[in-house]
């Protein structure tokens, strides 16, 4: 009895759990230069494309900083209110996702990628968000466009 309680309360807890991205939602743009160029470029795209960058986070840096070990890692933060807007006006809970936001990153294997959620999966779960809305289709035109041009190669 215990054992199937635990599996309930576990289950359940599991079922509860906000949505979080799975592999399927993570949009992945093999990279040609490293981290800090990948990032460079992918600042100038956004600064470049007329939006704002808010923030960078470098995560290798925090760890280091922490005593640990993580490969090169950095996550912008950046928008444009002409996009972000909308999706706060059907839903001000959007605002809880909203800057948009890519991670350029080192794998294990030493390749470097771009990745961001696909916007339609960010605020697919609330309420007034349409995944046909005209700011969804451009926030993620601008996305692959943005980390496209990050890539090089």
């Known amino acids: 009895m215990r054992k199937l309680l635990q599996a309930l309360v576990l289950g ?18 093999q990279a ?18 007329g939006a704002t960058v808010f923030a960078k ?5 925090g760890a280091e900083g922490a005593g640990l070990e ?6 912008l933060i950046f ?8 999706a706060m006006q059907a839903n001000p809970l959007a605002g809880l996702y909203l800057p948009l ?15 961001y959620e696909a916007p339609e999966e960010t605020l697919d779960d609330l309420e007034g968000i349409d995944d046909d809305a005209a700011y969804i ?10 980390t496209k041009k990050a890539a090089g190669g």
């Open 32 to 49: 040609a230069g490293d981290v800090a160029a990948t990032m460079a470029a992918l600042e100038a795209a956004v600064e470049g494309a």
């Open 70 to 75: 993580l490969g090169a890692s950095q996550l």
């Open 101 to 115: 936001k890519v991670l350029v990153y080192e794998d294990a294997g030493g390749q470097v990628w771009l990745a």
């Open 12 to 29: 359940g807890a599991v079922w509860a759990a906000p949505g979080w991205a799975d592999d399927d939602d993570i949009v992945r743009v």
């Open 137 to 146: 289709g451009k926030m993620t035109g601008a996305l692959s466009k943005l």
């Open 79 to 86: 928008g444009n209110p002409q996009l972000g807007t909308p």
């Open 57 to 61: 986070v470098d995560h290798g840096a």
